[in-house]
């Protein structure tokens, strides 16, 4: 595969951002809860689907089972950065990458390194937050709290975790930080999804920068709206292309 394309595009690049998706993370071993047999794991296990157990509706009224769902499949997974994560630390310690935005809740960038990172669902690690008082709790609260986490202070008070839940508002001010870093960027990176993803058709309508890159395993029809695309794992191609860019 011919990278030359690609590298010399970050080379020149001023403006560099990242739109990290899902593909990208199933090659870190993150579970998707919409595949097949891990929807079909999560229903039997639990009664439900996934959506339904990690929507605002089962927070409020079974909040004892969505903790246990979400202590059982969200919080007990141990998950490494990767050598694409590490690859965006060292092109974004070297200047070149700005900012990565993702829906990921696990903070895989930033556990490799990456400082400047848009989580427009939140992440598991900060904000689980009391809905009344405030209060800030550590994920090991969540973790080591018998059934349903109660705040200390207000007592009956759940415990809302982190994360933005289904049904519920993405925040304003997370929503409009990734809009004006993809109106300012003369260059895209998409990764590991293609371009009718859902997060590429919320960001990409204020591109207005010249290149558009593609990275994901298979090809798509919309690869063509691309400046260029290239199909294979982003685990794979980065390193090769950060080797390249900064090794040389």
């Known amino acids: ?16 951002v990242c739109l990290a998706g899902m593909e990208f993370m199933r090659e870190q071993n993150v579970a998707y809860h919409r595949d097949s047999d891990e929807s079909y794991r999560i229903e039997e296990k639990y009664g439900y689907s996934p959506e ?12 004892e089972l969505f903790y246990e769902y979400y202590r059982n499949e969200i919080l007990s997974k141990h998950l490494e950065a990767g050598k694409g994560n590490e690859a965006l630390a060292r092109l974004e310690e070297a ?11 696990y903070n895989m960038p930033q556990k ?3 400082k400047n990172v848009i989580n427009m669902y939140g992440n598991i690690y900060e904000n689980n937050a009391c809905p009344r008082c405030g209060k800030i709790f550590p994920i090991e609260y969540i973790k080591n709290s018998d059934k349903v ?20 508002m993405l925040s304003n001010t997370v929503i409009s930080h990734a809009v004006e870093e993809v109106a300012k960027a003369d260059t895209i990176l998409v990764l590991g999804m293609n371009l009718n993803s859902s997060l590429c058709k919320d960001m990409l309508p204020h ?5 558009l890159i593609v990275i994901h395993k298979e090809a798509h029809y919309l690869d063509k ?4 695309a290239y199909h294979g794992a982003v685990s794979k191609i980065l390193p090769e292309v950060a080797e390249s860019i900064l090794d040389a």
Do not use: Q, W
Not at 5 to 14: A, F, G, M
Not at 160 to 167: A, D, E, Q
Not at 225 to 228: D, H, L, V, Y
């Open 149 to 168: 986490p109660l705040c200390d202070v207000c007592k009956s008070t759940v415990i809302h975790p982190g994360v933005y839940l289904h049904g519920e």
């Open 112 to 114: 490799a390194g990456c």
């Open 225 to 228: 709206k691309a400046t260029a």
């Open 52 to 63: 339904e157990l990690f929507s605002a509706r089962m927070f409020n009224t079974h909040a």
């Open 207 to 211: 591109f207005t920068g010249k290149d």
């Open 1 to 16: 595969m011919n990278l030359n394309y690609l590298e010399e595009t970050i080379r020149t690049s001023k403006y560099l």
């Open 95 to 105: 200047g070149y990458l700005k900012t990565i935005i993702t829906k990921g809740i």
